[in-house]
């Protein structure tokens, strides 16, 4: 079964009034996580930090999504991070299959 990987914003910082606009977010804390369906890895918690360029697009706090603000932080990464994380969080994975079982003395040379 394939990895799913999903980046969490777990908290955003605003500056309160910035270029006349209220609650502009200047950083969140993010966890990035796999799961194939039974295993779930975790990686560590991070923070990405944003600037506004006035004149931008600009989303009210109270209009933001997790997606959109994931989509930020997902942006900021090259293509050698992204591949990085995925492969820490799928290697997390497949230590924890291997994990499932032990090797153990058979019964009858326990008892002797």
């Known amino acids: 079964m394939s990895n799913t990987y999903t980046l969490n914003i777990l908290q ?26 039974v295993f779930l890895a975790k990686g560590p918690i991070s923070l990405s930090e944003f600037a506004y360029t006035p004149g931008s697009p600009f989303t009210p706090y109270s209009q933001l999504t997790q997606e959109q603000v994931a989509d930020w932080v997902l ?3 090259t293509p050698s991070q992204t591949s990085l994380y995925q492969k820490q969080l799928a290697d997390n994975i497949a ?5 499932q079982y032990a090797t153990v003395p058979l019964p009858w040379k326990q008892q002797g």
Do not use: E, F, I, R
């Open 95 to 99: 230590a924890q299959k291997l994990a």
């Open 75 to 77: 942006s900021s990464w």
């Open 12 to 37: 955003m910082t605003v500056a309160p009034t910035h270029d006349g606009l209220s609650n502009v977010v200047v950083n969140a804390v993010w966890q990035y996580c796999a799961s194939d369906g």
